[in-house]
T-cell receptor, first 106, second 117 residues
């Protein structure tokens, strides 16, 4: 069955430190993965998708089929990156991981 | 403006009193879905719909009903709410690639915070 796992519910880093939010998936076939973000008091929104291979707000994510992972990375975290992050796997529905709450401390 | 609109945004009700949370989108999306968000549990899918008159259960459908009579609307119905349905609910919509069998980018509503006493 398709599944997305985010092993860390909470992650805290200092401003300027690198950050990596982990996402692992199980899917039979060629997956298409997304990262969504929810800032405080805002609706969820798409951050990036792996097929576009783009960097959004300094974040990147690489699909590693060997490790079945799609980790989200940023080399230098900013306080405004503090938010809830969800990894998602679309199929005929959209499955989300449990989410990771990132806190960037000053 | 392209958007997903949910109503009500906040609601306090009592056990057993039927309620409906409406969801409407103006982007002509085929796919619509309801999620509930609970601390420590993330986003869990309640029901989804791939098109008009096509609905399917998500991970946590118990206690909920949906209907999709029109493309733009996807109401969530709680026939007999219970305290364990106290949660933050999100409606979302997306284009659905019937050829790929996949949803595209999801557009979310602002959320409806429901408290059942």
């Amino acid at each position: 069955a398709q599944r997305v796992t985010q092993p860390e519910k909470l992650l805290s880093v200092f401003k300027g430190a690198p950050v990596e939010l982990k996402c692992n998936y199980s899917y039979s076939g060629s997956p298409e993965l997304f990262w969504y973000v929810q800032y405080s008091r805002q609706r969820l929104q798409l951050l990036l998708r792996h097929i576009s291979r783009e960097s959004i707000k300094g974040f990147t994510a690489d699909l590693n089929k060997g490790e079945t992972s799609f980790h989200l990375k940023k080399p230098f975290a900013q306080e405004e990156d503090s938010a809830m992050y969800y990894c998602a796997l679309p199929n005929n529905d959209m499955r989300f991981g449990a989410g990771t709450r990132l806190t960037v401390k000053p | 403006e392209a958007q997903v609109t949910q109503n009500p945004r906040y609601l306090i009700t009592v056990t057993g009193k039927k309620l409906t949370v409406t969801c409407s989108q103006n982007m002509n999306h085929e796919y619509m879905s309801w999620y509930r968000q609970d601390p420590g549990l993330g986003l869990r899918q309640i029901y989804y719909s791939m098109n008009v008159e096509v609905t399917d259960k998500g991970d946590v459908p118990e206690g909920y009903k949906v209907s999709r009579k029109e493309k733009r609307n996807f109401p969530l119905i709680l026939e007999s709410p219970s305290p364990n349905q106290t949660s933050l609910y999100f409606c979302a919509s997306s284009h659905y690639g019937s050829g790929t069998g996949r949803t595209g980018e999801l557009f979310f509503g602002e959320g409806s915070r429901l408290t059942v006493l």
